[in-house]
């Protein structure tokens, strides 16, 4: 079983607010990932981290932003939501070797009203 | 550059055989293969590396053929748990993982009893 968490798992909020979604992992792993997802679409990577104080864009444009101040600790925010933002936001970990197996949290799906 | 997998969808009676292909136009140093099921985080399938090197978990087999930029994966009589979402992820550089990885659209299977 995956130790990587997610919180919230569900939220919904109104257009303008900030919100941070949660992930963090007890295993240890340097890279860290955000992925947006749309229901039953594909998964496109938004944030990458390869260790604590690293934070890289992903292929995918978003107004999100992360930090990695721990290695632990990988969170998302979004200064001021809106109804495009409403997805899925899953959060990933790998070991440093390379291509190494990905844990997915739960995912925290979001809805902007 | 996304990588193209098929077919979109299958519908199999619990036994038979199926098999999901993953191309891409550029060269591929590895393929990953994980399943995800309704509501849940994708799960980890295995990996395919160039020089032929595999990682998995599951009694599920893989081919990779780096000259034409493919990977097939093959359900062997498939069991009711195979169900879910197919994607395949590729990664831009041999280094594999640290840059995350890019999905294909996903293949739908529908195991029926």
């Known amino acids: 079983e995956a130790d990587i968490y997610q919180t919230p798992r569900y939220l919904v909020i109104g257009t303008g607010k900030k919100i941070t979604l949660e992930c963090s992992q007890t295993?240890?792993?340097?890279?860290m990932y955000w992925y947006q997802q749309d229901p039953g679409m594909e998964l496109h990577l938004i944030h990458y981290?390869?260790?604590?104080?690293?934070?890289e864009k992903g292929d995918l444009s978003s107004e999100s932003t992360v930090s990695r101040i721990r290695t632990e600790h990988f969170p998302l925010t979004l200064e001021s939501a809106r109804p495009s933002h409403t997805s899925q936001y899953l959060c990933?970990?790998?070991?440093?070797?390379?291509?190494?197996?990905?844990?997915f949290g739960q995912g925290t799906r979001l809805t902007v009203v | 550059q996304q990588p193209v997998q098929s077919p979109q969808a299958v519908i199999l009676r619990e036994g038979e055989d199926a098999v999901i292909n993953c191309s891409s136009s550029?060269?591929?140093?590895?393929v990953h293969w994980y399943r995800q099921k309704h509501g849940e985080a994708p799960v980890f399938l295995m990996i395919?590396?160039?020089?032929?090197e595999q990682k998995g978990h599951e009694k599920i087999s893989a081919s990779f053929n780096e000259k034409k930029q493919q990977s097939s994966l093959y359900l062997t009589a498939s069991q009711l748990s195979y169900s879910g979402t197919y994607f395949c992820?590729?990664?831009?550089?041999?280094?594999?993982?640290?840059?995350?990885?890019?999905f294909g659209k996903g293949t739908h299977l529908i195991i029926q009893p």
């Open positions: 992820g590729t990664s831009k550089f041999s280094g594999g993982g640290a840059d995350g990885l890019t």
């Open positions: 295993m240890g792993h340097d890279k």
């Open positions: 395919l590396l160039k020089g032929g």
């Open positions: 550029k060269a591929l140093y590895s």
């Open positions: 981290s390869y260790g604590v104080n690293s934070t």
């Open positions: 990933a970990s790998t070991a440093q070797e390379s291509n190494t197996e990905a844990f």
